[in-house]
């Protein structure tokens, strides 16, 4: 019954502890001009559907949850945002070549069929986010119409 | 002497809480792989000072091995054989160094490397299916590549049409006869020569 006792009380002082460590917030009001939605001609099905299930983590604004506030998630979401951020940034979109683009838009369209993407961990909790078998088809056909006129 | 007892190994676990904290941290950097890189474009430098001319095809060179490995690999249906030389070949794309070449160049080189490094990161890590797609577009690139570093050996680019759901895939080999690195031994012998390149 003791250890029980000073394991709750060694998780509870760390739980503290790790609050005051700081997060780097994923935050920016300006859109560049390089932003996928300005360069494109983007349906509004599309565009809603990128905004909801892709922008959080493959832009420079994340709408964030409650629990982003709270450690240790926040560091998860700090980590998973960059990570995104660095595989690809629809707001730094036309600073790509159109070499580069056909290459990302190979692997969105690879990604999304496949369900690899949005992530599980991320729908998990992020339930809108979650893309219904007819909007899949529809941004699925929006790429792929788009990655044609590129190459 | 219970209760100081009780707060010593508190305290010690919490500062061994702060501890691994900060390595994770520490260990972000990885410096071992960038260092490792740095070395091999200085030893690519000292062969620069040495043959100015012949310079710009071995390093291109380098790289179309590095692809020609990567292909045979592929018409061998090895799966772990092509992620070992997509890491391969991701690394000796890295250490391309465009800085001779004229500066219209110099920019679509760089583009070409950063986009065939990616592919190539991605077959170190995918199952076949996935890594021929990429090969796909990797092919392209070096096909590019090639067109302006140029070549001292003969390539023949060869396409198989039925690649892709029939929408085609091309790719380089040192050799005419075909062995197709889309489908494997599947279809060893689908495809042509389309041209021939030197």
């Known amino acids: ?151 | 002497m219970k209760t100081i007892k009780l707060r010593m190994s508190t305290m010690a676990l919490a500062a061994t809480m702060i501890l691994t904290v900060s390595c994770k941290d520490g260990n972000k950097n990885e410096p071992a792989a960038p260092m490792s890189n740095e070395m091999h474009q200085e030893t690519m430098n000292d062969k620069e000072d040495m043959a100015m001319d012949k310079n710009q095809d071995t390093k291109a060179e380098v790289v179309l091995k590095d692809y020609f490995n990567l292909k045979d690999a592929l018409v061998n249906d090895d799966n772990s054989k092509a992620k070992e030389l997509g890491n391969t070949l991701a690394q000796s794309l890295k250490s391309f160094d465009a800085s001779s070449y004229a500066d219209s160049e110099q920019n679509e080189l760089k583009d070409i490397i950063e986009d065939a490094t990616e592919h190539a990161e991605h077959i170190g890590e995918s199952d076949i299916a996935h890594q021929r797609e990429h090969f796909k577009t990797l092919s392209k690139d070096m096909t590019d590549m090639v067109a302006i570093t140029g070549t001292s050996m003969i390539i023949y680019e060869q396409y198989c049409p039925m690649y892709d759901n029939n929408k085609g895939g091309a790719w380089l080999s040192m050799n005419e006869e075909i062995r197709n690195p889309y489908f494997g031994a599947q279809m060893l012998k689908c495809g042509k020569v389309q041209r021939e390149i030197n």
């Open chain 1, 1 to 151: 019954m003791k250890v029980v006792k000073i394991i709750a009380w060694i998780a509870l002082i760390a739980f503290v502890v790790i609050q005051f460590f700081p997060v780097d917030y994923n935050q920016s009001e300006m859109v560049p001009q390089t932003d996928f939605m300005l360069v494109n001609k983007v349906p509004a099905t599309v565009e809603q559907s990128l905004r909801a299930s892709c922008y959080d983590c493959h832009s420079n604004n994340t709408n964030y949850p409650w629990y982003s506030k709270i450690q240790p998630s926040a560091w998860y979401l700090e980590h998973h945002i960059k990570e995104g951020k660095a595989e690809l940034n629809f707001n730094e979109w036309d600073d790509l070549s159109d070499r580069r683009k056909t290459s990302k838009l190979r692997s969105i369209i690879s990604q999304i069929k496949d369900g690899e993407m949005p992530l599980d961990s991320y729908t998990l909790i992020h339930r809108d986010a979650v893309l219904s078998e007819k909007n899949k088809t529809i941004v699925l056909d929006y790429m792929i119409t788009l990655k044609d006129s590129l190459e």
